[in-house]
């Protein structure tokens, strides 16, 4: 499989002088095409700084990030911004939907910002792999929390991304909720053929995908292949991450 994401030695430091902070130090990694890929580590450890830095959030220290072979150091804000809603999907903890606008509003939202079209094929078929086919004109108050992150990961695949990236998507959600979800970000893999990495504190969310990324102190410390909620949470404690 080729990668769609391609970190190669970034590194980021926040702050100068006494006061620096290396939140990732020369990570190397690939993500694969058609991937569902958990990042996990301790507190700290740079999870965040490693999503935001693939997904062209934020911008390495030092290093190279590149995005379905486009390289994204050197790109300017209004290059980034461009490639982020055209080539990028995002679903946060918070859903982060527009409370005036209904479901389908929410979900073409990102179409509009680029100044595209919807196909509609592919809009029919997502409304309908997510579920809210009976849904399309409630407002996101009329939703529970997982519809909501429904319409968010529905408004994350409108553009075809190359790429979904997940931060803590089922962070705010009850367990049932959240199987829910992982099922759907599974599918989202296995049956549309999309990339996904996500962000998780959870060995259980961690063991939906195919792989695991473990950071440490900004590195990473392993990977998994394969991985089951039990071995996810031993390599997590050997690290460390639930020290009392
Ligand atoms: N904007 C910032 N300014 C200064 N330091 C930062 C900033 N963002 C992150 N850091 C620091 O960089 C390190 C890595 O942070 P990051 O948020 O990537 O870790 P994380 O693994 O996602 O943590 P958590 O699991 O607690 O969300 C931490 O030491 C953090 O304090």
């Given at each position: ?88 999907g995002f679903v946060f903890?918070?859903f982060n939907l527009i409370?005036?606008l209904?479901v389908l509003e929410n979900i073409t939202l990102p179409l509009r910002l ?9 809009l029919?078929?997502i409304v309908?792999?997510v579920?809210l ?7 996101p ?7 909501q992150q429904r319409v968010a990961i529905a408004r994350a695949l409108v553009v075809?991304p190359?790429?979904v ?80």
């Amino acid at each position: 499989m080729t990668d769609v994401v391609r970190l190669d030695a970034v590194s980021k430091v926040y702050g100068k002088g006494q006061g620096a902070v290396a939140a990732l130090r020369e990570v190397s990694a690939g993500i694969p095409r058609g991937s569902f890929t958990a990042v996990m580590g301790p507190s700290g450890s740079g999870k965040s700084t490693f999503l935001h830095c693939a997904a062209g959030l934020d911008t390495p220290s030092s290093g190279s990030v590149r995005l379905g072979g486009t390289e994204l150091s050197g790109m300017n804000e209004t290059a980034l911004t461009e490639l982020r809603r055209s080539r990028v999907g995002f679903v946060f903890q918070a859903f982060n939907l527009i409370s005036s606008l209904d479901v389908l509003e929410n979900i073409t939202l990102p179409l509009r910002l680029a100044g595209r079209k919807p196909d509609q094929a592919w809009l029919t078929e997502i409304v309908r792999r997510v579920g809210l086919e009976g849904r399309t004109g409630h407002l996101p108050a009329q939703l529970s929390g997982g519809q909501q992150q429904r319409v968010a990961i529905a408004r994350a695949l409108v553009v075809r991304p190359e790429v979904v990236f997940g931060d803590e998507p089922t962070g705010a959600l009850d367990t049932m909720t959240a199987r829910d979800v992982l099922v759907l970000l599974r599918e989202v893999v296995s049956g549309l053929g999309q990339t996904v990495v996500m962000v998780t504190h959870d060995p259980v969310a961690a063991s939906y995908a195919d792989t695991v990324l473990f950071l440490a102190d900004g590195r990473i410390a392993d990977a998994m292949a394969a991985p089951t909620a039990d071995k996810v949470a031993e390599r997590m404690t050997r690290l460390g991450a639930w020290k009392r």
